[in-house]
C-alpha cells in the first residue's frame, strides 16, 4: 500500500485546510485509517482515526475543530481542519493498520507541512 498526503501549507490562525491522503496500491474499505502529526522536535502523536466501518476518534486537542473522513470508493482519506491554531504547526502524516499473516502492520505516508501563523 502506497500513501500520499496532500493538501497541506500555510494560513493563519482561525483559518481551514483540508487534507487528503491517497492510496495506491491495494484496495482500503477494510482497514482502519488516521492521521498523526509530527511537530518539531516532539514525538508523532495521533490525531484521529477512522474505521472500516466509519467509526471516529480523535484526540482531545482536536475534537470538535476537525473531522476525518474516507471515501473508499475512491481509496481516499481526509481530515478537514477548521479554526486552526498555531499549535496544529506539523507534519501531518497518513496512516493505514492492516492485519497481515496475523501481525497489525503499519503503513504511512510522506506527510504535508501545516503551518499556522498566529
Known amino acids: 500500500v502506497q500513501l500520499v498526503e496532500s493538501g497541506g501549507g500555510l494560513v493563519q490562525s482561525g483559518g481551514s485546510l483540508r487534507l487528503s491522503c491517497a492510496a495506491s496500491g491495494s484496495r482500503v474499505a477494510s482497514d482502519a485509517m488516521g492521521w498523526y502529526r509530527q511537530a518539531p522536535g516532539k514525538q508523532r502523536d495521533f490525531v484521529a482515526t477512522?474505521?472500516?466501518?466509519?467509526?471516529?476518534t480523535y484526540a482531545d486537542s482536536v475534537k470538535g475543530r476537525f473531522t476525518i473522513s474516507r471515501d473508499n470508493a475512491k481509496n481516499m482519506m481526509y481530515l478537514q481542519m477548521n479554526n486552526l491554531k498555531p499549535d496544529d504547526t506539523a507534519v501531518y502524516y497518513c496512516n493505514l493498520e492492516r492485519l497481515e499473516s496475523g501481525w497489525l502492520r503499519h503503513y504511512w505516508g510522506q506527510g504535508t507541512q501545516v503551518t499556522v501563523s498566529s
Open positions: 477512522v474505521t472500516s466501518g466509519g467509526t471516529t
